[in-house]
């Protein structure tokens, strides 16, 4: 029963000192996590509140799409 003891005791000193001991430069195993850095696409911090400045005219467009359209409508042939 001593030379149980004795192990364990023998057995947690050991620890202690492995613990105590700064990391080993010798390539010493270490249990480190890799450090996660996440890629986030672009549009994730665009601001969508401002409205962008265009010169696009939605009725100019839209008169512009019903001549092409009546066009069609005349010459169904193409």
Not at 13 to 36: C, H, L, V
Not at 39 to 52: F, R, T
Request: hydrophobic content about 25%.
């Amino acid at each position: 029963m001593d030379e149980v003891r004795a192990a364990r005791l023998a057995f947690r000193e050991q620890r202690m000192k492995q613990r105590s001991a700064p990391p080993s430069s010798d390539g010493g195993r270490t249990m480190r996590k890799p450090i996660r850095t996440e890629i986030v696409p672009d549009w994730l911090n665009m601001d969508y509140s401002k409205p962008e400045d265009d010169d696009f005219d939605v009725e100019e467009a839209r008169r512009e799409l019903e001549e092409r359209l009546k066009k069609y409508k005349t010459n169904p042939d193409g």
